[in-house]
């Protein structure tokens, strides 16, 4: 992911543990790749969904979140999404996996992404459909006050508005044994929300004062303990995926 300045010296410690690519996740993105044989990845941390059968180069402000790449994983250039340091049409497909959030110009960012790529991957979410999954409307309201504050999460809107040449917009359904530890991955897992060491790999939970999460931890907590979060949710427990607003959009 690409923040301003390096607050992932903070936010991003142990997400190269908890922020593990989930299959199903990453065949979508694969799919959407096309038949690009050169891939540009922007706002690239610690390389979740860098396809292995394609020549990857990444881009990453962050010094804590290049230390955490694998070795295995593709070259890295520290440099933010806004001022990308490469040559106009330089890869056949550049891709932004749950990052444009962080950018300080989503707009500047989206320009360079389609300056120096001829097919774009943009992996997203929409706030109004998020603002109802029930870790943001039982328990971390403020989550979604954040968000609709936040230019940058009318995200969807915006890739639409300044990628051009018609992109498409894909749900991407969310399984309930995810294996990426972002905000939506454990929704059928309600008891990991309490594990402050997976919380710390969310990134929207962790920018939240802190005290106030805990107080809804403790709520939660508390409503799992008597039953009231099961009669609440009972509907979910059946499911095998749900649509929390994740979307993919691609040129």
Same mark, same amino acid.
């Given at each position: 992911?690409?923040? &301003?300045?390096?607050?992932?010296?903070?936010?991003?410690?142990?997400?190269?543990?908890? =922020?593990?690519?989930? &299959?199903?996740?990453? %065949?979508?993105?694969?799919?959407?790749?096309?038949?690009?044989?050169?891939?540009?990845?922007?706002?690239?941390? @610690?390389?979740?969904? #860098?396809?292995?059968?394609?020549?990857?180069?990444?881009?990453?402000?962050?010094?804590?979140?290049?230390?955490?790449?694998?070795? #295995?994983?593709? &070259?890295?250039?520290?440099?933010?999404?806004?001022?990308?340091?490469?040559?106009?049409?330089?890869?056949?497909?550049?891709?932004?996996?749950? @990052?444009?959030?962080?950018? @300080?110009?989503?707009? *500047?960012?989206?320009? #360079?992404?389609?300056?120096?790529?001829?097919?774009?991957?943009? +992996?997203?979410?929409?706030?109004?459909?998020?603002?109802?999954?029930?870790?943001?409307?039982?328990?971390?309201?403020?989550?979604?006050? =954040? #968000?609709?504050?936040?230019?940058?999460?009318? *995200?969807?809107?915006?890739?639409?508005? !300044?990628?051009?040449? %018609?992109?498409?917009?894909?749900?991407? &359904?969310?399984?309930?044994?995810?294996?990426?530890?972002?905000?939506? %991955?454990?929704?059928?897992?309600? !008891?990991?929300?309490?594990?402050?060491?997976?919380?710390?790999?969310?990134?929207?939970?962790?920018?939240?004062?802190?005290?106030?999460?805990?107080?809804?931890? !403790?709520?939660?907590?508390?409503? +799992?303990? @008597?039953?009231?979060?099961?009669? =609440?949710? %009972?509907?979910?427990?059946?499911?095998?995926?749900?649509?929390?607003?994740?979307?993919?959009?691609?040129?």
């Amino acid at each position: 992911m690409s923040t &301003p300045g390096d607050a992932y010296a903070v936010l991003g410690r142990g997400y190269a543990a908890r =922020r593990r690519p989930d &299959p199903r996740i990453a %065949a979508l993105i694969g799919d959407s790749l096309g038949p690009a044989r050169t891939v540009l990845n922007v706002g690239a941390g @610690t390389g979740s969904y #860098e396809p292995a059968d394609r020549a990857v180069l990444a881009v990453e402000p962050s010094a804590m979140m290049i230390r955490q790449r694998p070795a #295995e994983a593709a &070259p890295v250039v520290q440099a933010s999404a806004e001022a990308l340091p490469l040559g106009s049409g330089s890869f056949d497909a550049g891709m932004a996996i749950l @990052t444009v959030h962080h950018w @300080t110009d989503l707009r *500047a960012g989206l320009r #360079e992404l389609r300056r120096v790529s001829r097919r774009q991957v943009i +992996l997203t979410w929409d706030p109004e459909v998020t603002a109802r999954f029930w870790l943001v409307e039982d328990y971390l309201p403020e989550l979604a006050v =954040r #968000e609709r504050d936040l230019a940058a999460l009318n *995200a969807v809107r915006d890739c639409l508005a !300044h990628l051009g040449a %018609a992109p498409s917009v894909l749900p991407v &359904p969310i399984p309930a044994d995810c294996t990426d530890g972002f905000a939506g %991955a454990y929704w059928r897992r309600p !008891h990991a929300y309490l594990d402050a060491d997976i919380r710390a790999a969310m990134s929207p939970v962790m920018l939240l004062d802190q005290s106030y999460v805990r107080n809804a931890m !403790h709520r939660l907590s508390g409503d +799992l303990g @008597t039953g009231a979060w099961h009669k =609440r949710n %009972a509907g979910l427990l059946a499911r095998g995926e749900l649509d929390l607003g994740y979307r993919l959009v691609v040129t």
